[in-house]
Structure formats: structure tokens, C-alpha cells
């Protein structure tokens, strides 16, 4: 990063009053979660099943399982990064309204944001939940099912398809935190993209939908996205890097944190 770049960016934190941040993969990458679009990424070999193949045969929704589990035992005791504990932080700091993200790891809460501070627009694959009746239901009983009964399972308390609380590929995105989200965007006066590649729709119009309403927008990605000319600032460097920087200078460390920060704190 320039030392333009940072000032800028440092300016802008400074400035704001009600910052939201919009994630992505890019900022899990350094806790071990693989994204989702680069060319070796593990999503390739174990790509998710569509929603209406999953509903469609008992045999997918064996595979579609089958898929998850291996991809969770990929990033395994993955701890909430640099980023993430410099995000808490804002929060913390009640710098940061809202961290709105497109990632399923749960890592955002795992660095202490609290729940209601947390908008996950394509769901949580940390817990399955039931399609009917909403039933939530752990993981490991889930694996015991499909690995030691070689079968999909279904809900203990009516009977209906169970599935990893992700919003799958033709899957209806989740009315209730696409709301949230719009009104923490249109809410907001700076609007931070971190790793995010700004592809996916209809998550990417929130970034749309900040700028058109008077909020600063960064981006801060290792790689181009189609929204760069539209941003007040691009800045392309290490995620971790650059939020561990600035924020150690931006944000004060007497800040009472949530519980679970302190175990990701800022690099001294």
C-alpha cells in the first residue's frame, strides 16, 4: 500500500461516523478458508451442489453433504484473523455499524462481534438447520448420520429435508438479512468492501446502493473488481496487512472489547 493510499484511508476512517463493512473470502484467506474463485481453490474439486439438484434425490443430498464435511475438515480450527480482530475492534470502538459479509465461516463471530452487529447474506455453514420447519441442528450429528448410516439426514422434530444453513446456488437469498443489509447501507457514511471480488448478485448491489446514497466507498481487494471506478478509493494489498496497520493507529487500545477479541488482537 502507497503511503497515499494510507493516508487517504486513514483520513477517511477518521472522518466517518457510521462505517459498515461488506466481506469476502479475501478475508479468511490468511486464517486458512479458501476462496472460492481462484483457480486452485478447493471449491473446484468439492463445488457445492445447486438447491434444486439437493431437494431434487436423496442420492445428491448425500453428496452435497459429503462435499461440506470435506470441505470443513479443510479449514478445520480456523481462528478469526487480522482482519477480523481489527473489525471487531471498530465495532468495539462503535466506529462500525454493521459488518455485512458474503462468508459462510463464522469467523466473524468467533472474533467477538456480537450477533446483532452481523448480517451473513449467504447463511452460516456452521450449523445446518431444518428446510420446513427451521429446526437447527448441529453438525456433528449430521456427519453421524450421513457417514455412519450412509444417508441424508432429517429433522428430529418433523421429519423434513435438513440442510447446512448456507444459501446455496438457486437457493432464495434470506428476505430478513438482505432487509438488514439495506438499511445498515443506506444508514451508513463510509461503505468498506474487504475481499471481496464484487461478482456475486445480488450482494454486490450494496455497494451500488451505499455510493448512490452519499457514503464513501472503499475497496480493498487483492484484485480488480467491476465497482473499482466507481469507488472513492481502490486500494489492493494484504487484507490482514493493511486492517493491522491502520487500525492499531486509528482505533484506541484502552477500547472495552467483546469477549473473544483478545485472542485475535491486532499485531503489535
Not at 459462510?104 to 438447520?129: F, K, M, W
Not at 453421524?144 to 429435508?161: D, K, M, N, Q, T
Not at 434470506?174 to 464484487?198: H, K, N, W, Y
Request: overall charge negative; some cysteine.
Amino acid at each position: 500500500m502507497s503511503a497515499q493510499d494510507r493516508a487517504r484511508l486513514e483520513a477517511l476512517i477518521d472522518a466517518a461516523d457510521q462505517m459498515v463493512a461488506f466481506t469476502g473470502a479475501g478475508i479468511s484467506t490468511e486464517c486458512g478458508v479458501p476462496d472460492f474463485r481462484s483457480a486452485d481453490s478447493a471449491w473446484k474439486r468439492h463445488a457445492p451442489i445447486p438447491f434444486p439438484d439437493f431437494l431434487a434425490s436423496e442420492e445428491m443430498r448425500v453428496e452435497a453433504w459429503r462435499r461440506k464435511f470435506a470441505m470443513d475438515d479443510l479449514y478445520a480450527g480456523a481462528q478469526p484473523g487480522r482482519g477480523h480482530a481489527a473489525l471487531a475492534r471498530l465495532v468495539a470502538a462503535q466506529k462500525m455499524t454493521h459488518v455485512i459479509t458474503q462468508n459462510i465461516d463464522g469467523l466473524h463471530q468467533a472474533s467477538g462481534i456480537a450477533p446483532e452487529c452481523i448480517i451473513e447474506l449467504h447463511g452460516n455453514g456452521t450449523y445446518a438447520h431444518c428446510l420446513d420447519c427451521g429446526q437447527r441442528h448441529e453438525l456433528f450429528a449430521m456427519r453421524a448420520v450421513v457417514e455412519g448410516e450412509r444417508r441424508a439426514p432429517s429433522c428430529a422434530a418433523c421429519g423434513g429435508i435438513v440442510k447446512s444453513a448456507t444459501i446455496s446456488f438457486g437457493q432464495s437469498m434470506p428476505q430478513v438479512e438482505m432487509q438488514r443489509a439495506r438499511r445498515a447501507t443506506l444508514a451508513c457514511d463510509l461503505f468498506l468492501v474487504i475481499g471481496s471480488s464484487l461478482v456475486v448478485h445480488p450482494a454486490a448491489a450494496f455497494p451500488v446502493m451505499a455510493k448512490e446514497n452519499g457514503a464513501v466507498l472503499v475497496i480493498l481487494n487483492k484484485d480488480p473488481t467491476p465497482l473499482d471506478g466507481l469507488a472513492d478509493l481502490v486500494v489492493r494489498a494484504d487484507i490482514g496487512d493493511v486492517l493491522d496497520l491502520i487500525l492499531r493507529k486509528r482505533v484506541d487500545d484502552g477500547v472495552s472489547l467483546p469477549q473473544g477479541v483478545e485472542k485475535t488482537p491486532l499485531s503489535p
